[in-house]
């Protein structure tokens, strides 16, 4: 089982998160079923292109994938970056096993871990100015890992969510990053500033033993304003990445909208294999199925996240599905209906 590792320098855009930032009243579905670029990168370098005309990007995919015996080949990294170093003692790594990022499987206690930082453009007002977004923060885990819990119990898979920073602080944390949050897909250092950022502040591994958790997941929210035009996306690591961190980059509110619950499992769920379903290219899905599930109406929420009725994002429930393609693609079944037929990749839980 391979994770995903993306820089943005690179162009590999294979996972990418969801949260279409658009006013309810002027939402348009056709904007947000593949006009609308989601990602930290778009494939022609200029956000809200989804245009597929430009697949280079995926033979630079494939040439990662074919450098995994020396990756550090492979990435041009900064001359100061340190390599991870798996026999680390240095207590914020992560003590990973080389094949797997932080987060495995969706099953047993799974800890996610909540950043809120500064950058160079934005910071925080916990107790002031940002006290409803950051409870607004809080309800969309709630209710967000409330959700996924429930689908996988359907699919008769024991996961526990644990995220609470109330009833466990270890997992919240605030500091600053040495980045600005719109050249998301821009700045080539950007990942590795995180990265750093991350090692110096959050000790990884002594928190999955206080909350009893096998996984972790990282949850960065930057305070962006409504201005904000850079949407929520994951970066998820392939094994051979210098460090097997899997963040959610949280830019919480997008031309004048704030993220919803669907969003966040959204996210959550890229951090387990899920690939994107409004747009071709991750796991071989083609064009002819996007249009067909587009004309459909497929409610699942790696198509959609705002209610399929209204093209609104709803606040206090998640009204999209976890359907068998995605299922599939986050390991809760080892088959799926729609995979076969259409021939796609198989799921990384496969492999």
Partial sequence: ????????????????????????????????????????????????????????????????????????????????????????????????DGSHG??????????????????????????????ELYS??????????????????????????????????????????????????EDSNFDYKVCDAIDANVPTASILEKVNAEQAIYMMYFNTPGTNSTTSCTRVYYEGAPRPYEVCYMLCT????????????????????APDLYYAGMSNITQEYIDQIKDSGLNDIMRITSDPNTYQYVYDDITNEITDITAYYVGLTDHSDTVTEWGFAPSEHDK
């Fill in 1 to 96: 089982m391979k994770k995903k590792f993306l820089l943005s320098f690179l162009m590999i855009t294979m996972a990418a998160g969801l949260s279409a930032c658009l006013d309810d009243e002027e939402f348009d579905e056709s904007y947000y079923d593949g006009g609308y670029e989601d990602y930290a990168y778009s494939e022609t370098g200029e956000s809200g292109d989804n245009s597929q005309e430009d697949d280079s990007y995926l033979d630079e995919y494939q040439y990662y994938l074919n450098s995994q015996e020396n990756p550090q080949e492979f990435y041009d990294y900064p001359d100061d970056y340190q390599y991870y170093d798996e026999s680390s003692s240095n207590n914020t790594y992560f003590p990973y």
């Fill in 254 to 273: 997008c031309m004048n909208t704030v993220d919803c619950p669907a969003c966040f499992a959204h996210e959550i769920l890229h951090t387990f294999g």
């Fill in 136 to 185: 607004r923060i809080y309800s969309n885990l709630n209710i967000a890992t409330d959700y996924l819990e429930k689908n996988c119990k359907e699919y008769g898979k024991d996961v526990n969510f644990i995220y609470d920073w109330t009833e466990h602080p270890e997992l919240f944390y605030s500091f600053s990053v040495d980045v600005d949050y719109s050249t998301l897909d």
């Fill in 102 to 131: 932080t987060a495995k499987e969706l099953s047993g206690n799974i800890a996610i871990i909540s950043l809120f930082v500064s950058d160079k453009t934005t910071s925080w007002d916990l107790e002031n100015a940002d006290s």
